[in-house]
């Protein structure tokens, strides 16, 4: 009898562990296949691109895509479920919002845009809509594919998109979006991620008094808090705010934060805090950031990858007046030298000046160009440039990402609310190259996403468990590009600010070293296409009257019509009630069956744990089971707050 439990035991365990294994193996299957279909994607992107200056094309472009907000799309449909319900369309259940399968749709930001009907003027933004109107056959193609897998789960394909560093954003399937003209896709944490790699971020930002000149506290604010709102889980960041004196922001007042959506709330909150007043110290301010910076190296705070520091300042240095500029040239380079001996990375350190006098831009450009191959200084004179510069980081780390070895780099984002319906789930970003040039050409991100749900099923865990969260938030630094730049690609970058030549730090460069990092228009066109769109047959409709229907039809339908009645809501709940009912009672005696079979007979696995002398190993087993929370469905994890709803993902 008790080699039988001790049997049953082993073949219990056994068949435990060959299903943790098959779990773990059917996880990392689901995060190669997402990642290869990133990259697939980004490849196909690639290719389209060097097709781009064809007039043929360009000519059949007219009239060729759906706008996000005002075309009618052919082949919609109203599929609903949980992951698609709209609440703005009646319950949300029985009536949902539509989507097209067979199509793509673009989304322009407004200030992209120069017409009524929603059209862009810029060269670069209509090329980058004709090439990658391209795409829907690559993505009808795809979804095919994919289908069997993902019904097998008892979930929807994937969306797949493409954010071009112009601006412009095309994404499958197609979908009406609830606000018009606000998108940027080179401002979301999955752009961001892909094109920069995990790093590590210190923010040191001159709140002088100063700074109460003109509107500058105000965008320095917004930019700062747009630079943290674009890090993601994978991002380690901390600010020092300075003026007098240093004060810096961090965890435990000493570590850099991790960027969670919850610490990144916590810094957009500080940053709302600042105040301009007092003098400038440059010193502290420098001694601060590089304290942050080994004291989290030193406890693990950090990630292993590339680290940015951002300096801003509006004034020449005041305090303390004993200290002379060499001393703070001597602290900043052997600050960054130790810092890269210690990572066996490169530090990048970005220097921003904002004044109309000239000697003010002085001392912050020496600071950049001592530092020999890393360091890159902006003027700003117009402050309304604070924010475009300080969020321009991260195009720098794009180049060297470009390099030879991170042909294959994917980023993962922390889990956050997708758009449609109250799902979480993730995204995978890949970057996208111009490979035919050297040093290769930024030209934009992909980006795939799934549900967390995906995640949870795969490893077989319960719905919304913590596990599958942990999981993608280990994913998000796993890999750590190299980014390593040459002379002359520092100088190709430093010459593109409004400073031009100015921003150069050497003359070592001869004018055929120097290279585009930006797109440019196809030579000898002329005659771009001006009408892009196939409709425009909802402008001026309500986002309700654009995408409102009933599960099943295709047509779109008022939020009257579209609210199922009493006798539809009371018939689906008692159908659903019986029907319900009818599955616990099998469910029950499947349970009875199974415990009789397996547990009920004389020497089986329950008859060893009843004896006496197994007494301990049932209390014992009980009380490690009681010590297993097992997240209710729908619970996500307590440790990590995902993001707020976003329109694209």
């Given at each position: 009898?008790?080699?039988?439990?001790?049997?049953?035991?082993?073949?219990?365990?056994?068949?435990?562990?060959?299903?943790?294994?098959?779990?773990?193996?059917?996880?990392?299957?689901?995060?190669?296949?997402?990642?290869?279909?990133?990259?697939?994607?980004?490849?196909?992107?690639?290719?389209?691109?060097?097709?781009?200056?064809?007039?043929?094309?360009?000519?059949?472009?007219?009239?060729?895509?759906?706008?996000?907000?005002?075309?009618?799309?052919?082949?919609?449909?109203?599929?609903?479920?949980?992951?698609?319900?709209?609440?703005?369309?009646?319950?949300?259940?029985?009536?949902?919002?539509l989507w097209d399968y067979s199509i793509s749709n673009t989304r322009l930001h407004q200030n992209l845009v120069d017409s009524a009907d929603g059209?862009?003027?810029?060269?670069?933004?209509?090329?980058?809509?004709?090439?990658?109107?391209?795409?829907?056959?690559?993505?009808?193609?795809?979804?095919?594919?994919?289908?069997?897998?993902?019904?097998?789960?008892?979930?929807?394909?994937?969306?797949?998109?493409?954010?071009?560093?112009?601006?412009?954003?095309?994404?499958?399937?197609?979908?009406?979006?609830?606000?018009?003209?606000?998108?940027?896709?080179?401002?979301?944490?999955?752009?961001?991620?892909?094109?920069?790699?995990?790093?590590?971020?210190?923010?040191?930002?001159?709140?002088?008094?100063?700074?109460?000149?003109?509107?500058?506290?105000?965008?320095?604010?917004?930019?700062?808090?747009?630079?943290?709102?674009?890090?993601?889980?994978?991002?380690?960041?901390?600010?020092?705010?300075?003026?007098?004196?240093?004060?810096?922001?961090?965890?435990?007042?000493?570590?850099?934060?991790?960027?969670?959506?919850?610490?990144?709330?916590?810094?957009?909150?500080?940053?709302?805090?600042?105040?301009?007043?007092?003098?400038?110290?440059?010193?502290?301010?420098?001694?601060?950031?590089?304290?942050?910076?080994?004291?989290?190296?030193?406890?693990?705070?950090?990630?292993?990858?590339?680290?940015?520091?951002?300096?801003?300042?509006?004034?020449?240095?005041?305090?303390?007046?004993?200290?002379?500029?060499?001393?703070?040239?001597?602290?900043?380079?052997?600050?960054?030298?130790?810092?890269?001996?210690?990572?066996?990375?490169?530090?990048?350190?970005?220097?921003?000046?904002?004044?109309?006098?000239?000697?003010?831009?002085?001392?912050?450009?020496?600071?950049?160009?001592?530092?020999?191959?890393?360091?890159?200084?902006?003027?700003?004179?117009?402050?309304?440039?604070?924010?475009?510069?300080?969020?321009?980081?991260?195009?720098?780390?794009?180049?060297?990402?470009?390099?030879?070895?991170?042909?294959?780099?994917?980023?993962?984002?922390?889990?956050?609310?997708?758009?449609?319906?109250?799902?979480?789930?993730?995204?995978?970003?890949?970057?996208?190259?111009?490979?035919?040039?050297?040093?290769?050409?930024?030209?934009?991100?992909?980006?795939?996403?799934?549900?967390?749900?995906?995640?949870?099923?795969?490893?077989?865990?319960?719905?919304?468990?913590?596990?599958?969260?942990?999981?993608?938030v280990r994913q998000s630094t796993a890999v750590c590009p190299t980014i390593d730049l040459a002379l002359c690609e520092l100088e190709s970058f430093?010459?593109?600010?409004?400073?031009?030549?100015?921003?150069?730090?050497?003359?070592?460069?001869?004018?055929?070293?120097?290279?585009?990092?930006?797109?440019?228009?196809?030579?000898?066109?002329?005659?771009?296409?001006?009408?892009?769109?196939?409709?425009?047959?909802?402008?001026?409709?309500?986002?309700?009257?654009?995408?409102?229907?009933?599960?099943?039809?295709?047509?779109?339908?008022?939020?009257?019509?579209?609210?199922?009645?009493?006798?539809?809501?009371?018939?689906?709940?008692?159908?659903?009630?019986?029907?319900?009912?009818?599955?616990?009672?099998?469910?029950?005696?499947?349970?009875?069956?199974?415990?009789?079979?397996?547990?009920?007979?004389?020497?089986?696995?329950?008859?060893?744990?009843?004896?006496?002398?197994?007494?301990?190993?049932?209390?014992?087993?009980?009380?490690?089971?009681?010590?297993?929370?097992?997240?209710?469905?729908?619970?996500?994890?307590?440790?990590?707050?995902?993001?707020?709803?976003?329109?694209?993902?």
């Amino acid at each position: 009898m008790k080699t039988y439990g001790f049997a049953s035991v082993l073949i219990h365990l056994s068949w435990g562990l060959i299903f943790t294994l098959a779990t773990e193996a059917d996880f990392d299957a689901l995060i190669a296949s997402m990642t290869a279909d990133a990259i697939e994607l980004a490849r196909q992107v690639e290719l389209l691109y060097q097709k781009r200056c064809n007039e043929i094309s360009l000519r059949q472009c007219a009239r060729g895509s759906y706008n996000e907000c005002t075309s009618l799309y052919p082949n919609q449909t109203c599929p609903g479920g949980e992951d698609l319900n709209v609440a703005q369309c009646g319950d949300g259940v029985s009536c949902s919002g539509l989507w097209d399968y067979s199509i793509s749709n673009t989304r322009l930001h407004q200030n992209l845009v120069d017409s009524a009907d929603g059209n862009p003027s810029d060269p670069n933004v209509i090329e980058t809509i004709c090439f990658t109107q391209q795409l829907d056959e690559f993505f009808v193609q795809k979804r095919a594919e994919q289908k069997p897998y993902w019904d097998s789960l008892g979930l929807r394909t994937p969306q797949m998109y493409f954010g071009s560093q112009n601006g412009a954003f095309r994404i499958y399937p197609a979908r009406q979006s609830e606000t018009c003209g606000v998108y940027d896709p080179r401002l979301r944490p999955w752009y961001i991620a892909a094109s920069s790699g995990p790093k590590n971020v210190v923010l040191v930002l001159d709140t002088s008094g100063s700074m109460t000149d003109g509107n500058r506290l105000s965008l320095l604010k917004q930019a700062a808090k747009q630079v943290i709102e674009t890090l993601t889980v994978g991002d380690r960041v901390a600010i020092v705010e300075f003026s007098s004196q240093a004060k810096l922001f961090a965890q435990d007042n000493k570590f850099l934060f991790t960027a969670t959506q919850k610490n990144k709330e916590l810094l957009a909150t500080h940053i709302d805090s600042f105040t301009a007043a007092g003098a400038t110290n440059f010193l502290d301010a420098f001694t601060a950031a590089f304290a942050v910076l080994n004291d989290s190296i030193d406890q693990e705070y950090h990630v292993g990858c590339t680290t940015a520091i951002l300096f801003l300042t509006d004034g020449e240095m005041t305090q303390p007046e004993n200290v002379q500029e060499a001393d703070v040239l001597d602290l900043v380079n052997t600050g960054i030298s130790n810092l890269e001996a210690r990572l066996g990375r490169s530090v990048f350190l970005f220097t921003f000046s904002i004044s109309d006098n000239n000697n003010v831009h002085a001392f912050p450009k020496q600071i950049a160009c001592s530092t020999g191959d890393n360091g890159i200084w902006s003027k700003i004179v117009d402050e309304r440039e604070i924010f475009d510069s300080l969020t321009s980081y991260y195009r720098l780390l794009a180049i060297g990402l470009g390099r030879d070895g991170n042909e294959n780099f994917a980023a993962w984002v922390e889990p956050y609310q997708f758009a449609s319906g109250e799902i979480w789930g993730t995204t995978v970003s890949v970057p996208v190259y111009d490979r035919s040039v050297t040093p290769n050409l930024f030209l934009g991100v992909v980006g795939v996403d799934f549900t967390l749900t995906a995640a949870d099923r795969a490893l077989g865990v319960p719905d919304g468990s913590k596990e599958s969260i942990n999981r993608i938030v280990r994913q998000s630094t796993a890999v750590c590009p190299t980014i390593d730049l040459a002379l002359c690609e520092l100088e190709s970058f430093r010459r593109r600010s409004s400073a031009g030549d100015e921003a150069l730090c050497t003359t070592n460069c001869t004018a055929s070293e120097y290279f585009e990092i930006e797109e440019q228009a196809c030579s000898f066109v002329n005659d771009y296409p001006r009408d892009l769109f196939i409709n425009n047959m909802l402008q001026g409709l309500s986002y309700e009257e654009r995408v409102c229907c009933v599960v099943g039809e295709n047509t779109v339908h008022t939020a009257d019509q579209c609210v199922a009645g009493p006798d539809e809501l009371n018939i689906g709940l008692i159908v659903g009630t019986v029907i319900g009912g009818i599955l616990v009672v099998l469910l029950v005696i499947a349970a009875w069956i199974y415990f009789k079979h397996f547990y009920g007979k004389k020497g089986s696995f329950r008859d060893s744990h009843e004896s006496a002398e197994n007494t301990k190993i049932q209390e014992d087993g009980y009380a490690i089971a009681t010590e297993v929370t097992v997240l209710k469905p729908g619970a996500t994890n307590p440790d990590y707050r995902p993001t707020a709803p976003e329109e694209d993902e």
